[in-house]
């Protein structure tokens, strides 16, 4: 067992990172025992991580934290950083290691609010860890001023504190940013590897493993969902009897609130299961009094905390929303590939019918018409057009291709 034991498909880029964590090991173990600093170094201050949704990008980071804070004594005796049971890999695999702060965006942007603190944590000497380790899962969503907050801190870091940015692509970072970090891009997964995933980590049955991994094009989270909870494959089915629906415009306009009403009730269940936990647990460590009340002065940290579960609300239905639109991206992509006699494996075999009935109905080049309508949704959703509106252009589009 190793923390590189879930990185599906990424070999390359674990031996990269296994030979960072010796390296930063032996210069923490050199400088608590006043020996000579190694004269060169695999590792450094700022790594940025990209790769395709799905690839795999923040788990790396994460599993590169848990190999920088490895306290295995088997390191002693030249065992590699990284072994996933000792306390340091636990807690940083885990996300409670004292020494690990994660930055992910709860709305459409990182704040600049938001990074204050972690920002002035990174200047600080690790607490209890080897490593002060910043990991900032959504990199791509730092604004202006948040970014330029963390290029400050990137350009002069303290020396024990470690940078880990993850984004879609080097693009979508501050160039000022992605020069001074390592970059290392992550690929999508294999079908094959994601399945076998399934089954040695989740216990899955191999043929579920399979459909969900053929399903999901390799998208290792979006996988281990639908293998695993019939609520996802429920809402993936209803997505996918979506296109055969669209053909008239009541039933278009229908079927986009359908949409993003599940959105909606995806992100009021998530709202259900941590925000009342949240507001306990920080009312608590105010010093709330019996019944409730709080102490002076702080009613501004609870309005805090309410304006960020807000923003979560409104992330998560988005995520929501990205997953149906990827849903019907590749339903669409296989109707594509049966008009073009392509070989190219069919992802949704279990709508085989409904693929071969609108492969024989249209057009490869209204396929491509689709397909380009369901992208113009999901960048209308980034400029933050009302979910609904976006939605219901995107139905009549699809009905119109």
């Given at each position: 067992?190793?923390?590189?034991?879930?990185?599906?498909?990424?070999?390359?880029?674990?031996?990269?990172?296994?030979?960072?964590?010796?390296?930063?090991?032996?210069?923490?173990?050199?400088?608590?025992?006043?020996?000579?600093?190694?004269?060169?170094?695999?590792?450094?201050?700022?790594?940025?991580?990209?790769?395709?949704?799905?690839?795999?990008?923040?788990?790396?980071?994460?599993?590169?934290?848990?190999a920088l804070q490895c306290v295995s004594p088997d390191r002693a005796l030249g065992g590699a950083p990284g072994c996933g049971f000792c306390d340091g890999c636990h807690t940083a695999l885990l996300g409670t290691h004292a020494d690990v702060t994660t930055v992910a965006a709860v709305g459409a942007e990182i704040l600049v609010k938001d990074m204050r603190d972690t920002v002035r944590k990174s200047f600080t000497a690790p607490a209890n860890g080897r490593w002060q380790i910043i990991l900032v899962e959504d990199a791509e969503r730092l604004n202006e001023k948040s970014a330029n907050a963390v290029l400050k801190a990137v350009e002069e870091?303290?020396?024990?504190?470690?940078?880990?940015?993850?984004?879609?692509?080097?693009?979508?970072?501050?160039?000022?940013?992605?020069?001074?970090?390592?970059?290392?891009?992550?690929?999508?997964?294999?079908?094959?590897?994601?399945?076998?995933?399934?089954?040695?980590?989740?216990?899955?049955?191999?043929?579920?493993a399979a459909a969900a991994a053929r399903a999901t094009q390799g998208h290792v989270d979006r996988a281990r969902r639908l293998a695993t909870d019939p609520a996802a494959r429920?809402?993936?089915?209803?997505?996918?009897?979506?296109?055969?629906?669209?053909?008239?415009?009541?039933?278009?306009?229908?079927?986009?609130?359908?949409?993003?009403d599940a959105a909606a009730e995806d992100a009021k269940q998530l709202a259900e299961e941590m925000?009342?936990?949240?507001?306990?647990?920080?009312?608590?460590?105010?010093?709330?009094?019996?019944?409730?009340?709080?102490?002076?002065?702080?009613?501004?940290?609870?309005?805090?905390?309410?304006?960020?579960?807000?923003?979560?609300?409104?992330?998560?239905?988005?995520?929501?929303?990205?997953?149906?639109?990827?849903?019907?991206?590749?339903?669409?992509?296989?109707?594509?590939?049966?008009?073009?006699?392509?070989?190219?494996?069919?992802?949704?075999?279990?709508?085989?019918?409904?693929?071969e009935r609108l492969a024989r109905g249209s057009s490869p080049e209204s396929t491509l018409r689709r397909i380009e309508a369901i992208a113009a949704c999901g960048e209308a959703l980034d400029r933050n057009v009302p979910p609904l509106l976006a939605v219901e252009a995107m139905t009549m589009a699809l009905r119109a291709g």
């Open positions: 067992m190793s923390v590189w034991d879930d990185l599906v498909g990424q070999e390359k880029v674990c031996a990269v990172l296994d030979a960072a964590a010796r390296d930063a090991d032996a210069q923490v173990t050199a400088a608590a025992t006043d020996a000579p600093l190694p004269e060169s170094s695999r590792m450094t201050h700022a790594w940025l991580f990209t790769g395709p949704p799905g690839a795999g990008r923040n788990q790396a980071a994460r599993s590169f934290a848990a870091p303290a020396p024990r504190t470690v940078w880990l940015l993850c984004a879609p692509s080097i693009e979508d970072v501050l160039p000022t940013i992605r020069s001074r970090c390592r970059h290392l891009n992550l690929r999508t997964p294999s079908v094959d590897a994601v399945a076998d995933m399934l089954v040695r980590r989740d216990g899955v049955e191999p043929e579920a429920e809402r993936r089915a209803a997505v996918l009897r979506l296109p055969l629906r669209l053909d008239e415009v009541g039933a278009c306009l229908k079927a986009a609130q359908e949409l993003v925000d009342g936990k949240e507001a306990e647990e920080l009312k608590a460590a105010l010093g709330a009094v019996q019944g409730g009340r709080l102490p002076r002065g702080t009613a501004g940290v609870m309005k805090d905390l309410e304006d960020m579960q807000k923003r979560r609300r409104t992330r998560t239905q988005r995520d929501s929303l990205d997953v149906a639109l990827g849903d019907l991206t590749t339903f669409y992509r296989d109707v594509l590939a049966l008009q073009l006699g392509s070989r190219v494996a069919i992802a949704n075999a279990d709508a085989e019918d409904a693929l």
